[in-house]
């Protein structure tokens, strides 16, 4: 069955500090993945998105991700966090051709001054 | 601007009261979507549609209906809400071309089932 996992419910850093956010997926075929963000009270904002080719990618807001396909993962990184990174993020995988997205539990982002 | 609004906001009923949230994207998108948002479970889909007249069951279907009569509406129906409906739900439309998509979300209403 398709699946998402974010193993971190919580995470707090210093400002200025480097982020991590892990996610594991579980999906038959290559999947199409992504990490959207939630600040407080707000919709979703897509920050990023890998569906083929550099497993590298780049987004909004000074974020990247890298997909692994040996570890069936796709983690969320920034150098330097900031204040208002602080929100909520999703790890999410799509399924091709139906508009349908699975979505992680989420991650917390709490960020120290 | 490109977007998609769903009404209402906010909106607080009781058991057993029919309500309908609106959805409306303004993209000609083809894939419109609905999810519930619960605290520990993330976002889960309830309905989609690929295009006008074809609607199918997401995760968490039970209690809920969907309509697709036009590209630009996909309205939430709860026929007989009741309290465990309580949620966050959010609307999306994506659109597809060579294998890119891009998904955009309304802004969310919170429902509140006395």
């Known amino acids: 069955a398709q699946s998402v996992t974010q193993p971190d419910i919580h995470i707090t850093v210093s400002e200025g500090a480097s982020l991590e956010l892990r996610c594991n997926y579980s999906?038959?075929?290559?999947?199409?993945l992504f990490w959207y963000v939630q600040s407080p009270g707000q919709g979703l904002q897509l920050l990023l998105k890998?569906?083929?080719?550099?497993?590298l990618v780049q987004g909004i807001k000074g974020f990247e991700a890298e997909f692994k396909r040996s570890q069936s993962s796709f983690n969320l990184r920034k150098p330097s966090v900031h204040w208002s990174d602080a929100a909520e993020y999703f790890c999410?995988?799509?399924?091709?051709?139906?508009?349908?997205?699975?979505f992680g539990q989420g991650t917390t982002l709490q960020v120290k001054p | 601007e490109a977007q998609v609004t769903q009404n209402p906001r906010y909106l607080i009923t009781v058991t057993g009261k029919k309500l309908t949230v609106t959805c409306s994207q303004n993209?000609?998108?083809?894939?419109m979507s609905w999810y519930r948002q619960d605290p520990g479970l993330g976002l889960r889909q309830i309905y989609y549609?690929?295009?006008?007249?074809?609607?199918d069951k997401g995760d968490v279907p039970e209690g809920y209906k969907v309509s697709r009569k036009e590209k630009r509406n996909f309205p939430l129906i709860l026929e007989s809400p009741s309290p465990n409906q309580t949620s966050l739900y959010f609307c999306?439309?994506?659109?597809?071309?060579?294998?890119?998509?891009?998904?955009?979300f309304g802004p969310g209403t919170r429902l509140l089932v006395l």
């Open positions: 999306a439309s994506s659109y597809w071309d060579r294998g890119k998509e891009t998904q955009y």
């Open positions: 999906y038959g075929a290559t999947p199409y």
């Open positions: 890998y569906f083929s080719g550099d497993t």
């Open positions: 999410a995988v799509g399924a091709r051709n139906t508009g349908k997205l699975i």
């Open positions: 993209m000609n998108h083809e894939y």
């Open positions: 549609s690929m295009n006008v007249e074809v609607t």
